[in-house]
Structure formats: structure tokens, C-alpha cells
């Protein structure tokens, strides 16, 4: 169990210690669900960014392209595709320019 300390440096309570370390747990348990949940939205993002193409494409009575479609199908595979945290930090990697960098993002 970890020690804490209020403001004037008096350690806590042993009970108070038991439930931040609780909370500290538990906040490190979520980080899986917590990095799948951000790729959730970077995804549904660029799935909205693009739905005015199939839109359009359907208005029109023409198609997409097939590297375009699957583009989207493999942006919606995302959860079962990828499944491992170390999967998840690739997804998530940033380049210099703090762009997203996995391929999977690029249409």
C-alpha cells in the first residue's frame, strides 16, 4: 500500500490509503478501455468526415472506389482487428507533426 500525505505532510488515514489505492487501481485496470474508447472516437470521426462521399456517391448513382470502401470497412474492423494494448499505442502513435501515424487512419 502506498503512503499518502495531505497538503501540511500529514500522512492519511490507513482506511483513506486503502481506497486511493483502490482508485488508483482501478483507474489503471480502465486504461485499456480507456485508449480503446479515444480510438472509438479518432474512428467515428473519420467515418464522419467521409459519410457525406457515400452520401453523395448514392445521390449521384455512382460508386466509390473499392480502396475507399474498404478503407471505411477496415476503419469500423477496428476493435476486432486490433485487440492488444501494444496494438492500441500503435493506433494512437503520433508522428512529428502529432498527426496520427498507423496506416489504418490514411484513406
Do not use: C
Not at 9 to 28: A, H, P, Q, V
Amino acid at each position: 500500500m502506498a503512503e499518502y500525505f495531505n497538503t501540511k505532510g500529514e500522512r492519511l488515514e490507513s482506511w483513506f490509503e486503502t481506497i486511493l489505492d483502490n482508485e488508483r487501481k482501478s483507474f489503471l485496470d480502465n486504461k485499456l478501455n480507456r485508449k480503446l474508447e479515444q480510438i472509438r472516437q479518432i474512428r467515428n470521426q473519420k467515418l464522419q468526415e467521409t459519410d457525406w462521399k457515400v452520401i453523395s456517391a448514392k445521390e449521384q448513382g455512382t460508386n466509390l472506389s473499392t480502396s475507399f470502401k474498404n478503407w471505411r470497412q477496415g476503419l469500423r474492423d477496428i476493435p476486432t482487428t486490433y485487440t492488444t494494448e501494444s496494438e492500441y499505442d500503435e493506433l494512437l502513435e503520433l508522428d512529428d507533426n502529432k498527426n496520427l501515424s498507423h496506416s489504418v487512419w490514411s484513406e
